[in-house]
């Protein structure tokens, strides 16, 4: 049976303007801030490995569960679940799990906004030269100074968020395509000539050793979890952002190849990434484990040396709030599309709501680098020594996008009837269905499963491990 349904809220297009989309929101953050920091602290090469192997086994089955919900359901995830529930009569909870992803929606974006205004603080600093052949200290001490002052990220912040609702408000798919389609490949182009100038002045050796070979030493039951949790937040699922963005998808566009083009490009950028810093990174003693300062105490240190480095820098850390800007829309339009359709409302409207509550959240974020370093509630706990932004972020990746990852997987496998997922995913070939479903049906849920136990210390306590 074909579903007839439309989206109230416009389509891509084509299926290309869909792939530039999705990778908008896929590369991110994530990928240029996030990964390096975590390869870092992990241990580098085990990591990377693990991120690989979950983006391969997790990441392109719940794409493609998500993005096949998303289509057939076409409207904001809540929505989308509420009536595929009924569709499929299962159980009307499911929208819950659409809930769990606009929460998670609000979560990420609050942090995410304190972090794009570091992004967007740089353009200023590397562009007035204030990294001109500076040194390691140096540039570390603009760094401190930015995150020690709550007004200027408080600053940053509102600004970066009255960006995002911008666009949010006039309509997601106007602009963005465009957007997209000219400032990625820019920004791919800015991290090759990063690449090109950690080989000839980094430590390209040096980088390459800790970003390939894997040292299983270092890896533990968190580091596990935590490499899952990124591949997740990397290719923005268990949310519901692909999830609304495949409502706008038209019938016609394959889904498995558009999920694999976008799981592969976002990987690809991610790697780069890590190319481009960890050999300036060991060519200047800088530690690698430092957490999420990492980029913003390494890059200028290039773009202080390299000729042209003001124009270069400034323009890398424009395109980097760019690519954060598309991420952000997406993380917030699941709320923002479905207040529209919960209380008719305008755009405008919704998009001023949620971009407040999120604004707001986001100051636990502003005062987690300053006047709120640790929460003291937590000291008797696991949780001594961390922050707001800690927490949400370890909460967020770590333990909602993954879940919400699995459910969405368990029922686009399980509790959607087959010939409904058939006809939505329209895979030709027979053995690539089959694939998909087992992964979708038993590794995917099964793998996250073992992670989560294995993290909580369940197995070993069961003497399974
Ligand atoms: N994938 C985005 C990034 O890498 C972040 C994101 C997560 C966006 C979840 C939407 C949903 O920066």
Known sequence: MATVRTSIHGYWSSRFAFVLAASGSAIGLGNIWKFPYMA?????????????VCVALFGAPVMMAEIL???????????????????????????????MGVLAGFLILSY???????????????GSGSFVNVTRDEAGEVFTNLI????????????????????????????????????????????????????????FYAGLKFLFTPDFSKLSPGVVLKAMGQAFFSLSLGMGAIMMYGSYLPRDASIATTSFQVAIVDTVVAVLAGLAIFPIVFANGLEAGQGPGLIFN?????FGQMMGGVFFGAIFFVLLVFA?????????????????EKF???????????????????????FSFNNWKRIELFNDTFLAGKSFFD??????????????GVLICIFAAWFMREPSRRDELQIAHEGAYRVWRFLARYITPLGVILIFLHAIGILEKLHIT
């Not at 995410?112 to 590397?126: C, F, M, P, T």
């Not at 390494?298 to 290039?302: E, G, K, R, S």
């Not at 972020?393 to 996008?401: D, F, R």
């Open 344 to 366: 008719s409302i305008s755009r405008l409207w919704s998009s001023l709501i949620c971009g407040g509550i999120a604004w707001v959240i986001g100051l636990g974020t502003v």
């Open 391 to 404: 927490l949400l972020e370890y909460t967020t990746s770590n333990i909602m996008l993954p879940l919400g």
């Open 298 to 302: 390494t890059l200028p240190l290039a």
């Open 112 to 126: 995410y906004s304190v972090i794009a205004g570091w992004a967007l603080d740089y353009v200023v600093e590397i």
């Open 148 to 203: 020690s002052s709550p007004r200027r990220l408080l600053f940053w912040h509102t600004l970066f968020m009255v960006l995002t609702m911008v666009v949010v408000a006039r309509g997601v798919s106007k602009g963005l395509e465009t957007a997209v389609r000219l400032l990625m490949p820019a920004l791919l182009f800015l991290v090759l000539v990063m690449i090109a100038y950690a080989m000839v002045k980094g430590d």
């Open 69 to 99: 919900l998303g289509r057939r359901g076409r409207s904001s995830p809540m929505n989308t679940m509420r009536v595929l529930a009924a569709e499929e009569k299962c159980s009307s909870s499911w929208d819950l799990l659409g809930l």
């Open 40 to 52: 870092g602290e992990n241990g580098g090469g085990a990591f990377v490995l693990l991120y690989l």
């Open 324 to 340: 954060a800007w598309t991420s952000a829309i997406s993380l917030i339009e699941p709320a923002v599309a479905w207040l529209i």
